[in-house]
């Protein structure tokens, strides 16, 4: 039985367990249970913290699991990411006090002040540089002010929180994260696996596109299909209504308004969207 880690709580939570149901799998109908068995996938899943999941998957106890990859950067441990999973993503960056410093390769001999110690060492030593980590649990924005650093790595978003300790951030991103699917670095893939991916793999399709269909003249079949090529062509059927064919093609979600658009101007009627709940490619 392939046994999966799932987070049980925070930000990673509930769009895992989501993707997972989207993907044909069991998941826990109650919050409190730790384990859910799906018999009829073969799957069993353990919801742990989601610091934690990397370990026990690079241990090898459990086969996979969904963390995020600053987790698993941050770990250290012996496993790989298998798959990204698109959703929970984070920025981390430096930030220090306004005309401290003029960029991020200035940050060596100085004190850094990080929730992700792991995060900020490995950054470190890819770039040869030494500096003393200042390992803090959170509210690190406040480090530099009390004295205990002279910079911070954090996570950033609108980056507000920076601008009330009166620090501002350097350079590019020391990583960008979101929710991965990880596997051990070593050992062959238990049965299962493959299966899994390409389900995810399939959920995560269904997301960023839609089924677009429409009725075009037929001489205007090659302007409307360079509109949708689909992922490999457009379906294209004969319609009753002489001259006139009904096409459909998978649109990226984000671009659909703009070729219903494009589409109508250039004839096509009928125009229906469709959302894909599940696909294989």
């Not at 978003?157 to 929710?179: K, M």
């Not at 596109?209 to 509109?227: E, H, I, K, T, W």
Request: net charge negative; aromatic share 4%; with cysteine.
């Amino acid at each position: 039985m392939l046994r999966i880690a799932v987070p049980n709580k925070g930000t990673l939570s509930q769009p895992a367990s989501q993707m997972l149901r989207d993907a044909g799998y069991r998941q826990r109908t109650d919050p409190k249970d730790l384990i859910c068995r799906d018999e009829a996938n073969n799957v069993e899943f353990f919801y742990l913290r989601p610091r934690d999941i990397a370990t026990y998957v690079g241990s090898g106890d459990l086969d996979l699991g969904i963390t995020g990859r600053d987790l698993l950067v941050d770990s250290g441990v012996p496993a790989t990411e298998m798959l990204d999973l698109n959703f929970g993503g984070a920025t981390f960056r430096w930030a220090a006090p306004d005309g401290a410093l003029s960029s991020a390769d200035e940050i060596g001999g100085k004190r850094i002040a990080t929730a992700y110690p792991g995060v900020v060492e490995r950054y470190l030593a890819e770039h040869d540089l030494k500096a003393e980590v200042v390992r803090l649990d959170g509210a690190v924005e406040n480090a530099v002010r009390l004295g205990v650093a002279d910079l911070i790595a954090d996570v950033v978003e609108t980056g507000a929180t920076l601008r009330q300790a009166g620090l501002v951030t350097l350079g590019e991103p020391l990583l960008r994260s979101s929710a991965i699917m990880i596997g051990p670095a070593e050992g062959s893939a238990p049965a299962g696996v493959s299966q899994l991916i390409r389900r995810l793999q399939g959920v995560l399709v269904a997301r960023s596109y839609v089924m677009l269909a429409y009725d075009v003249r037929a001489d205007l079949l090659d302007s409307a299909g360079a509109l949708t090529p689909g992922i490999e062509s457009p379906t294209v059927s004969p319609l009753h209504r002489e001259g006139w064919v009904a096409v459909q093609a998978m649109v990226p979600r984000k671009d659909v308004h703009r070729v219903m658009d494009e589409l109508y101007e250039l004839g096509a009627r009928a125009i229906l969207v469709t959302d894909i709940a599940n696909c294989r490619l």
